[in-house]
């Protein structure tokens, strides 16, 4: 019996009637990082296992049991990207973008995880991704978190909060280490398995257990911010008086930590309640070694990624109307003279109304069956031509969503009077 197939556990097919909600946030995105002055650049969804071991961390989850890594025929070992930070950095660094520049760029695509599926966490997803090089200040970090605020207003989303912390720099984040490691050796045996693991690898990571046993404990152990360095504190001091000029309502959360090892200093997450246990939707924190981690002069640096199936699901949550579909007008042709002028009619109609979208239904069959397949592809104008019509040179015109009657209209008028009921302009 021959196999039948089915999409890899966790990758998921977008269908066609998901896309406009997908192409609303693209679109969106690309019209507020032109605002912003950020400019897209785009990298391989392969690089070499090192790269990310080196940035990620070699112990995080990320790196031990998530990452989709194989030996290519030349022996090199590769991975498909788990996060777009690394490939950017790598990218940037091989291209000379940061020599003596500073530099504000995005990227969207693709990310790939092996972790359990389920509702906003699957092992093929997408991200758009914004990081700005060169900025040591928290200015743009205030810029970010304004970025991904404009975002919510743009899409129409309402309830996100953003919580924010201090991470640090290395020096002081291995004195606090220190201490954290003490208080939860005094309670090891109150920790879970997966705690127990990260003892010893990546006890910070422990602040970030879903665990409901392990609150308590957790909200007894020593808060980072209480341990900053005077720079750090300073750093973090000015981002909230920022952020409250810029109106941007901000939560301290002493325990966030993120789970990968590049960061420093600021670190934030905003989170929403209305899309399941996976609550973070736009995740980020300022990066400054990384790129001199990476090979490339000391930079500072700092971005964030969201979840673009994440965002997708809370727009449909809202109960936001759906993003209109296209085609605007299809054009019913019953005869062959029809089908011969309508596919030339369909073009000066694309010439005269570009975006609107123009479908014509091929593929003949009668009359009443043409005109199901026109209301079946969500168009809101049924233009119909017959030998008649093509004889008179004329169109019949039809609202396939308004109960009114059809009307006739010669071809020289009919980019005006379609434009008028699409709203594109007056008749």
């Not at 950020?38 to 071991?53: D, G, K, M, S, T």
């Amino acid at each position: 019996m021959d196999r039948k197939f089915q999409a890899v556990r966790g990758m998921n097919d977008l269908l066609a009637d998901q896309m406009p909600w997908w192409q609303l946030v693209e679109r969106r995105a690309r019209e507020l990082f032109a605002d912003y002055g950020y400019q897209e650049i785009r990298v391989p969804l392969v690089e070499h296992a090192e790269l990310f071991q080196r940035s990620i961390g070699e112990h995080t989850d990320i790196v031990e049991k998530e990452m989709y890594s194989f030996e290519d025929r030349g022996g090199d070992l590769l991975s498909l990207r788990p996060e777009a930070t690394a490939g950017l950095v790598r990218a940037a660094i091989e291209h000379g973008l940061l020599h003596n520049q500073k530099q504000r760029l995005w990227t969207a695509g693709p990310m790939f995880r092996h972790e359990r599926p389920q509702q906003g966490r699957y092992r093929q997803f997408h991200q758009i991704d914004c990081e700005a090089f060169g900025f040591a200040g928290p200015d743009v970090d205030a810029e970010l978190m304004q970025i991904a605020a404009r975002f919510w207003k743009m899409l129409g989303l309402s309830g996100l909060r953003l919580r924010i912390n201090s991470l640090g720099t290395p020096d002081s984040r291995r004195q606090y280490r220190a201490l954290l490691v003490a208080y939860l050796e005094r309670h090891r045996t109150s920790l879970d398995a997966d705690s127990l693991r990260r003892l010893d690898s990546n006890p910070m990571r422990i602040l970030d257990s879903r665990n409901p046993a392990m609150r308590e404990l957790i909200a007894g152990a020593p808060a980072l911010t209480d341990h900053l360095d005077a720079g750090s504190r300073e750093h973090f001091e000015r981002l909230r008086v920022l952020l409250s000029a810029a109106g941007i309502a901000h939560e301290v959360e002493p325990r966030l930590v993120r789970g990968l090892d590049y960061y420093s200093r600021t670190v934030f997450e905003w989170t929403t309640q209305a899309v399941g246990s996976q609550d973070a939707v736009c995740s980020g924190g300022r990066y400054d070694g990384l790129v001199a981690q990476l090979g490339g002069e000391p930079t500072p640096a700092v971005g964030w990624a969201l979840g673009i199936e994440r965002i997708v699901g809370l727009l449909r949550a809202s109960g936001a109307a759906a993003p209109a579909a296209l085609p605007a007008i299809y054009l019913v042709l019953a005869g062959e003279p029809a089908e011969r002028a309508g596919l030339l009619l369909a073009d000066r109609l694309r010439d005269a109304l570009p975006g609107a979208g123009v479908q014509v239904g091929l593929g003949g069959g009668s009359f009443k069956s043409q005109l199901k397949r026109a209301d079946m592809s969500g168009a809101g104008v049924a233009l119909i031509i017959g030998d008649d019509e093509v004889a008179r040179g004329v169109v019949t015109v039809k609202l396939l969503r308004e109960d009114a009657s059809q009307q006739e209209c010669p071809w020289e008028e009919l980019p005006g009077r379609v434009a008028a009921l699409l709203g594109r302009g007056k008749s």
